[in-house]
């Protein structure tokens, strides 16, 4: 079975007819490289740059971060590496000696929040991108963006990022991407705005699910409320995918959802085109997305996207996957 998936690693993920589809890997660490590009994963859809910050006293300086970024670009050759800036806070750990906490911290000072409160770590980790951007294809990606003030904000201490490199003379790619998650019920419902202003969207549906459902995504009390095929949940994604689509902007989905065979048809049938997930799933989304006629499962979908209850999804998302 396993040598079976191998033999795709370099067949193109297109459907059945013709849809093309872009199959990126999540990574946390430069090493993890290597398991995207043997799966044949064609980009780095999201690098979770936190976990170079986490499990240690002192924050990683500007070469320590540079030379991480810059390593993983080189070493995927020329395909895109999504950079996700600081998304420490929550689920996140960090040491409570270097950044401030708070009390109820998924609703609080994290990622781009906490980067735009501390801009002097946020303006550190931006220069390293950037320089790293010299040496292959590097996109920026924001983490929790809830409103344009952040957004705007944001691209002001980028822009001034931008100026202390060529002030000094350091190289970066002046068109570098800029794009936004989108994990938040307000960023889903204004995904339009959001398209507008940014190069591309990524949905994290992790986060996406925890704050619509209002359930803790750490906290196993509630883990059985925990469901990505509720209604809403599948409102709010599409909604996103359709705002992008019609802005003509690039869209993924990073979050487990995107690695979940059983979700496959359905963002399809969405409009996405770009998924990106853990490298050991890559193989197997290929498979499915091979052996879907997307126009074949279009009314079933549609009919999924009109059932407001929960337990009556289910079982159409299986004959969906038929
Ligand atoms: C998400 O929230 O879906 C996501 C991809 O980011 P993380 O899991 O790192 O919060
Ligand atoms: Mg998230």
């Known amino acids: 079975e396993q040598q079976k998936l191998k033999r795709l690693k370099q067949t193109r993920a297109v459907t059945l007819d013709g849809h093309e589809i872009e199959l990126h890997a999540n990574i946390e660490v430069p090493a993890d490289v290597a398991k995207a590009k043997s799966v044949g994963a064609t980009g780095v859809g999201l690098y979770r740059t936190e976990f170079l910050f986490m499990n240690r006293r002192e924050m990683p300086d500007e070469d320590e971060q540079f030379t991480a970024y810059r390593t993983v670009a080189e070493t995927m050759k020329g395909m895109p590496v999504t950079i996700r800036t600081l998304d420490l806070g929550a689920d996140k750990h960090v040491n409570p000696d270097t950044v401030r906490v708070c009390t109820n911290p998924a609703l609080g000072l994290r990622a781009i929040r906490l980067c735009l409160a501390e801009p002097h770590i946020f303006h550190i980790q931006l220069r390293a991108i950037l320089r790293a951007s010299h040496y292959g294809r590097i996109k920026i990606l924001i983490p ?13 201490l980028l822009e001034r990022a931008k100026e202390s490199l060529r002030v000094e003379n350091i190289p970066f790619d002046e068109a570098i991407k800029l794009g936004g998650m989108i994990e938040i019920p307000a960023a889903a419902i204004n995904a339009e705005a959001f398209a507008r202003e940014l190069d591309f969207l990524s949905i994290g549906t992790n986060d996406l699910i925890q704050y619509s459902l209002a359930i803790d995504r750490t906290d196993d009390t509630v883990s059985y409320l925990y469901k990505p095929s509720h209604p809403a949940v599948l409102k709010l994604i599409e909604m996103t995918i359709k705002a992008a689509n019609k802005l003509e902007k690039p869209v ?4 487990e959802m995107a690695g979940d065979i059983r979700f496959t048809r359905l ?3 969405m409009g996405l085109r770009q998924f990106s997930m853990h490298p050991a799933q890559v193989l197997t989304i290929k498979r499915q997305v091979l052996q879907t006629e997307l126009q074949a499962v279009l009314p079933l979908a549609r009919k999924i996207m009109n059932t407001y209850e929960i337990d009556k999804i289910d079982p159409l998302l299986d004959k969906l996957n038929q």
């Open 267 to 269: 963002l399809l049938s």
């Open 252 to 255: 993924s989905v990073c979050g």
């Open 144 to 156: 929790m963006l809830s409103s344009l003030l952040e957004l705007r904000q944001t691209v002001t």
